[in-house]
C-alpha cells in the first residue's frame, strides 16, 4: 500500500500550478521581483488584510481561490492576515457602501505605515453598475487613497497575483 | 386550513403562474389571526412596494403557492412577525426602504438603516430626510449571572463579507447570537427599477455572487413569466447545466471550508483543487469563470463550449468517495462535526428554511422538484434528506449533493436540445414570480412590469430564512464551535442586505 502510495506520487506532477501557466510567465518573474523589491521596502513578505466593503461576494470568492493549493499564494510570500495591525497591503473589493465607509476608514488607520491599498474589482473603481445609489458613495479613493487597480467582475485568481506584481514594482 | 381559506377568498390580481389573492385590511388582519394556530401555511417571502405589502405562502397540505398582498392603510399594515417569526426581518426591511410600519411587529428597529444614508425610506416616494442617530445600535438584552459579551465585525478576520456579531457568553458558552447585518447595502432594488429587463438582469447576477446563475434564473423567469414568453429549450437547458456548475463549485468550497475550520487542511487541499476545477471548466464552457451574465432574460447570453466540463466531473466522481472515506476515518473532525450546531426539524419549519440548512434537519423541499420547473420537471433525482440537523448532516447533504448534481449534468449534457438561444422580451406589462434552486437553497423573485420597465421587483434570498436559524443553532455550543457553525450555514450577507 505504502509502495503503490510513493509509486503514484512519483509518478504525478505537484498540483499547484506551474508559475508560467498563471500569467504568461509572470510567476517566476513575480517571484524574482518580490525578493528584490519587497525584501527592500517591507522584508521578505507582504502581509495582506481583505476588507469586503460592499461587494457581492464574488470577488471574495476568487481572491479565497489565492489560498488553494493551485495558486498557492504563500509561495511568493504573500500571505492573508487576520489583523489590520499586521498588515502591510489592504485589498478592498466592492462599491463602498456608506454602511461600510466608516469600517473601511477605521480598518486603513489601524493599519501601520508603509501601507499599500489595492482595489480589487470594477466596483471598488468608482461603484462599478452601483454608482449612482443612495446607499453608495463611490469607489475605494472616494474613502481612502489607492495605489493600485485590479480590474475584473470579478478579477481571476491570475489578473490578481498579476496586481500584487505591479504594486511591487510601482514601489521597488 | 384556515389560514388558506381566508386566502383563497379574497379575490385576485393577475400575477403569473399564480394569482396574487388581493386582501382588505380586515381580510389581512383574519389571516394573521387565523396563522398563529395553522401551522400547514408558511412563509416563503414577503416585500413591499410603495403601495402594498406583499406575502408569498406555501400551503403545505395542499402544495400550493400563494401569493398575497395587502394595502398599507395610512402608512401602516398588521404585522406577520408574531404569527411568523422569520417575518422580523422583512418588516424591518420594508421599515427602512418603504416606511412602512409593521403594527404589532416584534422587533421595530432599524435594520438596514444604520443613520448614513441621506434619506430616511429611500424607495418611497416620499422620502424624508434621514435624522436617525447612526450608532451604536441596540442589542437585544440577556439576563443571567457571569455574562459578557463579544462583539466581532463588521470587519471579519477571514475572506468573507461584512457584518457584525454580538455574542453574549458565559464563560465559553454562547447564551445568546445577535447577528446585525446591512453593511453591504447597495440599495440594489432601487436601482434596479424603471430599467428594462436585460439591464436590470446585472443587479440580479450581483444580489450574491457565489449565487449568480441562481439569481440569474430566477429574475429571468420571473421577467419572462411577467412578460408571457417562455425561454427556448436549448437555453433551459444549458440554465440548468450553469446552475448545477454552480452548485457543485460551491459546495466544493463548503466541505473544504468546514474541514478547514476544524484545522483539517487536507481536505480543503483536495475540495479546493476540484474547485478550480470546475470554475476553470465553467470558464471554458461558458466564458465566465462564476458565470455571471451568463443567463439573460428570455434565455442565455452565449452558447456553450461543454468538452471540458466531463472530464472534470469525472475526476471528481473518482476522487470524492475516498475524501468522504477520510473525513469518516478521522473521530478528531467528525467529533467536531457531530452534535455541533444543531437545528432541530420543527424550527426549519417554522421558519421554512430551505436548501441544505432545512434538508439537514429533515425539511424535504426543493424547487427543483416542487414547484418544479424545466428541465428538472422531467428528470428523475434523489433530494439527499437527512433528520440530525448538526454540522455533520449540512457536510453530508452537500457531499451527496455534489454526486446528485454531477449525475444530472451529465445527462444534461447528453440531451442538449438544438435550437434558438434567445426569445426577444416584448414591452409588457404585468406581474410575474420566477424560482429557481440555488445551491443555498429556494430563490424567489417577483417583479412587476410596466411598459417593458421594471416597476417593482424583489428577489428573496434563502439566506433570509437560514440566518435566524444560525442564530438559534450556535445556542448552547461553545465560541470556538460557532466559525464550524457559521461555514456549515454558510448564509449570504450581500443577498440579504440587498
Known amino acids: 500500500m505504502v509502495w503503490r502510495s510513493i509509486a503514484r506520487t512519483l509518478r504525478q506532477c505537484p498540483l499547484t500550478v506551474a508559475p508560467e501557466t498563471v500569467s504568461d510567465a509572470a510567476t517566476q518573474d513575480l517571484a524574482d521581483r518580490l525578493a528584490a523589491a519587497s525584501q527592500r521596502r517591507l522584508g521578505r513578505s507582504l502581509a495582506i488584510r481583505q476588507v469586503d466593503a460592499g461587494s457581492c461576494n464574488g470577488c471574495e470568492l476568487e481572491i479565497n481561490m489565492l489560498n488553494s493549493i493551485v495558486y498557492d499564494l504563500e509561495r511568493f510570500g504573500l500571505r492573508f492576515v487576520a489583523s489590520p495591525r499586521h498588515a502591510d497591503v489592504l485589498l478592498v473589493t466592492g462599491p463602498i457602501t456608506r454602511n461600510m465607509q466608516d469600517a473601511l476608514r477605521r480598518t486603513y488607520d489601524a493599519t501601520p505605515d508603509p501601507k499599500f491599498v489595492v482595489a480589487v474589482g470594477d466596483c471598488a473603481v468608482d461603484g462599478g453598475v452601483f454608482k449612482g445609489s443612495y446607499a453608495i458613495h463611490g469607489g475605494v479613493d472616494s474613502t481612502i487613497p489607492v495605489d493600485l487597480v485590479v480590474r475584473g467582475c470579478p478579477p481571476s485568481p491570475a489578473q490578481l497575483l498579476e496586481g500584487l506584481r505591479l504594486l511591487l514594482e510601482a514601489n521597488a | ?498
Not at chain 2, 441621506?118 to 436617525?132: F, I, K
Not at chain 2, 465585525?153 to 461584512?162: D, F, L, N, R, S
Open chain 2, 1 to 498: 386550513m384556515i389560514a388558506a381559506g381566508i386566502l383563497r377568498a379574497a379575490p385576485t390580481a393577475p400575477c403569473a403562474p399564480w394569482s396574487r389573492h388581493v386582501l382588505t385590511p380586515d381580510a389581512w388582519a383574519a389571516l394573521v389571526d387565523a396563522l398563529r394556530n395553522d401551522r400547514d401555511v408558511a412563509l416563503l417571502s414577503m416585500w413591499a412596494d410603495s403601495q402594498l405589502v406583499y406575502c408569498l405562502f406555501h400551503d403545505i397540505g395542499t402544495g400550493d403557492f400563494i401569493p398575497a398582498s395587502v394595502q398599507v392603510d395610512a402608512g401602516a399594515y398588521r404585522a406577520l412577525s408574531p404569527v411568523r417569526p422569520a417575518a422580523a426581518w422583512f418588516e424591518r426591511m420594508i421599515h427602512d426602504l418603504f416606511g412602512h410600519i409593521a403594527e404589532g411587529g416584534t422587533d421595530n428597529r432599524p435594520w438596514l438603516d444604520h443613520g448614513h444614508w441621506d434619506q430616511h425610506a429611500p424607495m418611497s416616494p416620499r422620502a424624508t430626510p434621514n435624522l436617525m442617530a447612526a450608532e451604536p445600535p441596540q442589542f437585544l438584552p440577556t439576563e443571567g449571572d457571569d455574562l459578557h459579551q463579544i462583539a466581532v465585525g463588521p470587519v471579519h478576520a477571514g475572506i468573507i463579507e461584512p457584518g457584525h456579531f454580538r455574542f453574549t457568553a458565559q464563560g465559553e458558552t454562547i447564551v445568546r447570537l445577535e447577528i446585525r447585518l446591512g453593511y453591504v447595502h447597495k440599495g440594489t432594488l432601487g436601482l434596479m427599477r424603471g430599467k428594462s429587463p436585460r439591464a436590470a438582469a446585472r443587479f440580479a447576477a450581483r444580489l450574491s455572487g457565489d449565487s449568480t446563475v441562481a439569481h440569474s434564473i430566477a429574475f429571468a423567469r420571473a421577467a419572462e413569466a411577467a412578460a408571457a414568453v417562455e425561454a427556448p429549450a436549448r437555453a433551459l437547458v444549458l440554465r440548468a447545466v450553469m446552475a448545477e456548475l454552480e452548485r457543485v463549485a460551491n459546495h466544493l468550497g463548503d466541505c473544504g471550508a468546514i474541514a478547514n475550520d476544524a484545522a483539517f487542511a487536507f481536505l480543503p487541499a483536495r475540495f479546493g483543487w476540484h474547485r478550480e476545477a470546475v470554475l476553470a471548466a465553467a470558464f471554458g464552457a461558458f466564458g465566465h469563470r462564476l458565470m455571471m451574465d451568463c443567463v439573460v432574460p428570455g434565455g442565455v447570453a452565449g452558447d456553450v463550449a461543454e468538452a471540458g466540463i466531463l472530464p472534470v466531473l469525472a475526476a471528481i466522481a473518482t476522487e470524492l468517495p475516498g475524501l468522504l472515506r477520510v473525513y469518516d476515518d478521522y473521530s478528531s473532525l467528525v467529533d467536531r462535526m457531530v452534535t455541533t450546531g444543531t437545528v432541530r426539524t420543527e424550527l426549519v419549519n417554522r421558519f421554512a428554511a430551505g436548501g441544505f440548512v432545512g434538508r439537514a434537519s429533515g425539511r424535504d423541499f426543493d424547487l427543483r422538484r416542487a414547484p418544479g420547473y424545466a428541465p428538472y420537471s422531467d428528470m428523475a433525482f434523489e433530494i439527499p434528506l437527512l433528520q440530525a440537523g448538526d454540522v455533520d448532516a449540512r457536510f453530508r447533504i452537500r457531499a451527496a449533493e455534489i454526486t446528485v448534481s454531477i449525475d444530472l449534468l451529465r445527462r444534461l449534457l447528453a440531451g442538449l436540445p438544438d435550437g434558438p438561444l434567445t426569445v426577444p422580451l416584448p414591452l409588457a406589462t404585468g406581474e410575474g414570480i420566477g424560482w429557481a434552486e440555488g445551491f443555498r437553497g429556494d430563490i424567489w423573485t417577483w417583479l412587476r412590469l410596466d411598459g417593458g420597465q421594471i416597476a417593482s421587483v424583489f428577489c428573496r434570498d434563502p439566506s433570509w430564512l437560514q440566518w435566524p436559524l444560525l442564530q438559534a443553532a450556535v445556542e448552547g455550543n461553545i465560541v470556538a464551535d460557532f466559525p464550524l457553525c457559521n461555514k456549515s450555514f454558510n448564509c449570504s450577507y450581500s443577498g440579504v442586505d440587498l
